[in-house]
């Protein structure tokens, strides 16, 4: 099973809000895991990418993987009105295995 | 960073008809690239794999023969969407991952098809 689940949403925070979006995967032997971006009608946009477990941050992105309950966490800080967009999680394996997509949740940053 | 250029951004063709999507990975080579399918408002759906040199690898349920891809050289897939039929109208998107990086992948910019 590769599954990856991911609330749809939509999501909607006021601007300057603390945004705090999640996913859970089954399949432990993928250990790479990445956040993306999709504006409407656009390609995703690679935010974040974390190997394993652990924290990593990236401006007023933080991403955060809990390998002992399959967690993936995607944390904005201060979101802004730019930020409304469909957040992506997904899930690889080593070597040229596709990425496995949550369904995405779509948020909206409202001034 | 590695760029993926996907042509033509939309298209509107007639029943019937051909269209070929192009994808190319401008300051990297890929290998391997992928080819997704997004209906409105859900997520991506991979189609195929796109293996340079050698035949593309088809997701269950997706028709080979309709979604022609070729993988000619290590900077340019296409896919071919074959007698296109109204219910083939989507956005498709191909990506591809640097093969001297170990993570991410690039995404094309999308291709909006209509078919009326």
């Known amino acids: 099973q590769k599954e990856v689940e991911q609330d749809p949403g939509p999501l909607s925070v006021p601007e300057g809000a603390i945004v705090s979006l999640n996913c859970t995967y089954s399949?432990?032997?993928?250990?790479?895991f990445m956040w993306y971006r999709q504006y409407s009608r656009k390609g995703p946009e690679l935010l974040m990418y974390?190997?394993?477990?652990g924290n990593k941050e990236d401006g007023r992105f933080t991403a955060q993987v809990d390998k002992s309950s399959k967690y993936i966490s995607l944390f904005i800080r201060d979101s802004q009105p730019s930020d409304s967009a469909t957040y992506l999680c997904?899930?690889?394996?080593?070597?040229?295995?596709?990425?496995?997509f949550g369904k995405g949740t779509r948020l909206s940053v409202i001034a | 960073g590695a760029v993926v250029s996907q042509h033509p951004s939309r298209v509107i063709c007639k029943s019937g008809t051909s269209v070929k999507i192009e994808c190319r990975s401008l300051?990297?080579?890929?290998?391997?690239m992928f080819w997704y399918r997004q209906f409105p408002k859900q997520s991506l759906m991979l189609m195929a794999t796109?293996?340079?040199?050698?035949?593309?690898?088809?997701e269950q349920g997706v028709e080979k023969d309709k979604f022609l891809i070729n993988h000619a050289s290590l900077t340019l897939s296409t896919l071919t969407v074959t007698s296109a039929h109204p219910e083939d109208s989507s956005f498709y998107i191909c990506?591809?991952?640097?093969?001297?990086?170990?993570?991410?992948?690039?995404f094309g910019s999308g291709t909006r098809l209509t078919v009326v």
């Open positions: 997904a899930q690889s394996g080593s070597g040229n295995s596709p990425l496995v």
């Open positions: 300051d990297f080579q890929a290998t391997t």
């Open positions: 399949n432990s032997a993928f250990q790479y």
């Open positions: 974390t190997y394993s477990s």
């Open positions: 796109s293996n340079e040199g050698s035949k593309a690898t088809y």
């Open positions: 990506s591809a991952r640097d093969s001297g990086k170990n993570y991410g992948y690039t």
